[in-house]
């Protein structure tokens, strides 16, 4: 997908960010959680967002979707879905194309559904809402549909949520995302509060679904050891910038900027040698007052004096890779 | 019971970073007894109400673990396994239904009298799951850290507390302890709070710690200052470590042995290294293929799992994984097979290995 990184590919781009500014007014000033972010995704591709908490990633998401609470505003920049700008569009054309064309499922999804309608109702009314000429018998079918896509038996229609265990109320909130054949899914932290092998069943789901209907997947997550193993393109956040953005897969193999570095060595490994590992000194910094020149640059192991006096550049290192650092590790490790 | 074969479970020497950080105080002497056994436990917790017909949670059924002294454990298993309650029963929170707890080679009995309770507190200490729900959000640090001291009568007077303070901020790298003894949990951040969780529970320098996933709510990037800092703690102190966590992979960091629990039973025990590289249990299997590994290549191919955890309260017949098992044959819904020893120090519970 290294096209759609260098912006050759513009006309088939799914979506496009561009220096997206958004951020949540407090009493005590204006919290910039998403700094001037861009990224593309190409359509049926699978873009993973890694970050730790309150590093904007959840507000990036919430913000393509036009879901910010109410004390919170995107300030600057664009966000085309295909090709359509969704900032400054109106509620009521945004209400038609969320979930009928961008569906998100979300951080705790499994308190997302609601507890005193049966799973039948609760997904036939994404449907009803959408498709206003849908019979009722129609709409019913269709969750039939997509429940049986997510591997639950058709007779759990009638189950209300408490029934079912968590990955099923994952996967039933994986159907509703799907029930109007989205082009864009938004997954925020979809398995966090699950087990691993009940993640990895869901994971794999989620991508025999993306191979078969053709969607594009933007997957949050604060695991960058699962995100390397199932995304295409990997962006990574730090402190609402994103920091380095490249295939996963190289990504891992050589990260460039040394954020991602300490992200990666503060994952211990299943197999290899037992070596002491490091993780990153410190804690993110506080948004309302970040640090000046790079934000990384006082947890940073190589900050010199200018890091701390000018931010760097998200600069293109060649294929494909973007890297904001102004001492970048090139070599490989 | 096969594992307090203690000679054989004490070569372990393949290459965990405890061990190569905790050499001074994890040289033990062979005959040196365990710091902790549980021989059989059981653990049921009934359930209450009108449709409850005398049905329990199987929370703990026939687990058997030996902690070497000085030695470190991981007990691994998914949410709902057991795995908080055997550290509950340990710590003596719960009183187990039948089974012995043996600590230092004494069996851990209800206690009797004050003195006893606290006697036994000192040695076996509880470190929490969250750093925010486990400190008095009303008390400063210094309240949270002096309370132990004082009721466990650690300290003589307050010149000798002073110091106590400083020296276990120190321990934990809250430095200098001036700066964090007056202020509150909310001030901190929850690596810093964590930090303090850890100081209280060194503060009476107990011989075993149980931690109950002390990093599984804290931010990514800081888990390796906790996970290091306890292996050091480890190393300086000489303590026992019975480490709960669902991630096989920080087991693998953390500990030279390993048992895996899955709803309620113990599944595999043995040298960590070799039940990860050389899995014999289906369940161990299965873990270890949904273990998020980009080491590994990034298709590894599929894991295929089918089913999810069965109900505690009914636990299916025979060997608990049967119903997921890919391996599972008619007699493995009929009885349920031996935690049995296949190498020195390495038990499983399967009848196909």
């Known amino acids: 997908m290294a096209e759609e990184i260098q912006g050759t590919e513009k006309e088939t781009a799914m979506l ?42 959840s507000t990036l998401a919430y913000a393509i979707m ?52 049966s799973v039948g109702e609760q997904l036939s009314d994404a449907a009803l809402a959408h498709r206003p000429d849908m019979k009722k018998k129609e709409a019913m079918d269709l969750a039939v549909e997509m429940l049986e896509l997510v591997d639950i038996n058709a007779d759990r229609l009638k189950s209300y949520p408490h029934q079912l265990s968590g990955g099923m109320k994952q996967r039933v909130m994986i159907a509703m995302a799907l029930m109007l054949k989205p082009d864009l899914l938004i997954m925020d932290e979809p398995t966090t509060a699950l087990d691993v092998v009940v993640q990895r069943t869901i994971i794999e789901k989620i991508d025999d679904l993306r191979k078969k209907l053709g969607f594009s997947v933007i997957f949050i997550t604060h695991d960058l050891s699962l995100l390397v193993e199932i995304s295409d393109t990997l962006a ?98 | 019971m096969p594992e307090n074969n203690s000679s054989d479970i004490l070569k372990e020497n393949s290459g965990a970073a405890s061990r190569a950080a905790a050499q001074g105080a994890a040289g033990l002497q ?71 707890i043996i600590v230092d ?42 309370r132990p001291l004082l009721i466990h009568g650690i300290v003589k007077n307050r010149g000798e507390l002073d110091a106590k303070l400083n020296e276990i901020l120190e321990l934990v790298g809250l430095c200098p302890p001036g700066e964090y003894l007056d202020r509150y949990p909310h001030e901190l951040s929850g690596g810093q709070r964590q930090r303090v969780n850890i100081a209280r529970t060194f503060a009476l320098e107990p011989e075993i710690v149980l931690a109950d996933e002390p990093t599984s709510m804290l931010d990514v990037s800081i888990r390796m200052g906790i996970m290091n800092m306890m292996l050091d703690l480890k190393a300086k102190r000489g303590v026992s470590y019975l480490y709960i966590t669902h991630d096989l992979a920080g087991a693998r960091y953390m500990c030279s042995r390993i048992a895996v629990m899955y709803a309620g039973m113990l599944m595999e025990v043995g040298p960590t290294d070799e039940v ?34 069965p109900s505690l309260v009914d636990p299916p017949s ?14 493995c819904s009929e009885s349920m097979p031996e935690l049995r020893e296949v190498g020195p120090g390495h038990l499983v519970r399967c009848f196909e290995v």
């Open chain 2, 30 to 100: 062979p005959s040196a007894a365990p710091a902790l056994e549980l021989k059989s436990v059981y653990k049921h917790f009934p359930l209450r109400g009108l449709s409850a017909h005398g049905r329990a949670v199987h929370a703990m059924d026939d687990v058997s673990l030996t902690l070497e002294s000085g030695g470190s454990l991981a007990l691994v298993g998914e949410s709902g396994s057991g795995k908080t309650t055997t550290a509950s029963v340990i710590a003596r929170i719960y009183e187990q239904d039948s089974g012995h």
């Open chain 1, 66 to 117: 036009r879901l910010l609470k109410d004390n919170a505003r995107i300030e600057s920049g664009e966000v085309l879905f295909k090709g359509r700008e969704l900032v400054g569009l109106p509620e009521s054309e945004m209400r038609k194309l969320r979930w009928a064309e961008i569906a998100m499922v979300f951080q705790s999804a499994m308190n997302a559904l609601n507890p005193v309608l």
């Open chain 2, 318 to 331: 025979g060997c608990r994984f049967h119903p997921r098992c890919p391996y599972a044959k008619a007699s």
């Open chain 1, 236 to 333: 990574v956040m730090y402190a609402g910038k994103i920091c380095e953005y490249g295939r996963a897969a190289e990504l891992f193999e050589s990260a460039h900027h040394p954020y991602t570095r300490g992200l990666m060595n503060s994952f211990p490994t299943l197999t290899g040698p037992i070596s002491r590992m490091g993780g990153i000194e410190g804690h993110a910094p506080d948004l309302l007052a970040p640090p000046p020149g790079c934000r990384f640059a006082p947890r940073c192991p190589k900050a010199g004096p200018e890091c701390s006096a000018r931010e760097p550049e998200l600069v293109d290192m060649g294929g494909g890779r973007l890297c904001a650092c102004h001492k970048p590790e090139v070599s490989n490790a």
């Open chain 1, 16 to 57: 496009e960010v561009r220096h997206l500014k958004a951020g949540y007014g407090t009493l005590k000033g204006f919290v910039r959680a998403v700094d001037d972010v861009s990224l593309s995704l190409a359509k049926g591709g699978f873009l993973g967002i890694a970050g730790e908490s309150g590093c904007g990633k």
């Open chain 2, 276 to 309: 990860i590289s050389e899995a014999l249990h289906p369940y161990v299997k299965l873990l270890k293929a949904a273990s998020p590994a980009p080491e590994l290549g990034l298709s590894r191919g599929r894991v295929a799992a089918k089913g999810e955890i």
């Open chain 2, 105 to 146: 080679g004494e069996e851990a009995r209800p206690f009797r009298s004050r003195a006893e309770a606290l006697q036994y507190k000192k040695k076996v200490q509880l470190i929490f799951q969250d750093p925010f729900g486990s400190l008095n959000p009303t008390h400063t640090i210094r309240q949270i850290l002096e």
